[in-house]
């Protein structure tokens, strides 16, 4: 005869065992995790090191003719597009007063 007791204990005791083999499975994966991220890490912080010997041979003139050309750059875009605006609305003007002429509107 099985008294209830033992039945609860044999389901506790099944548990726990399910719960530390799951535990055991998800210590391993952090272990995984940490060593791909340890890996990615040291892969990216050889990249920035070689960007930043890079930046370091560039001259600080370089930089500020680039930024100068950027400056520069943005006044002319500017520019343009006003000139087109003002040139676009005369040229509908135009062709506007001619359509009213030839169709007599």
């Known amino acids: 005869m099985v008294s209830v007791g033992n039945t609860l204990n044999s389901r506790d005791h099944d548990m726990l065992v399910t719960l530390n083999t799951k535990v055991d499975q ?3 994966d952090i272990k995984d995790i940490k060593d791909n991220l340890i890996t990615r890490m040291a892969k990216v912080e050889s ?3 070689a960007i ?3 930046h370091a041979q560039i001259p600080l003139s370089q930089y500020n003719d680039i930024a100068k050309w950027t400056e520069n ?3 002319n875009l500017k520019f343009i597009m006003i000139i087109s605006g003002i040139s ?3 040229f509908g003007a ?3 007063r001619l359509l009213q002429l030839w169709f007599k509107f």
């Open 94 to 96: 135009i062709i506007e």
């Open 88 to 90: 676009l609305s005369l």
């Open 73 to 75: 750059f943005r006044a």
């Open 26 to 28: 998800l210590t391993f």
């Open 52 to 54: 930043d010997l890079y």
């Open 47 to 49: 990249r920035l090191d």
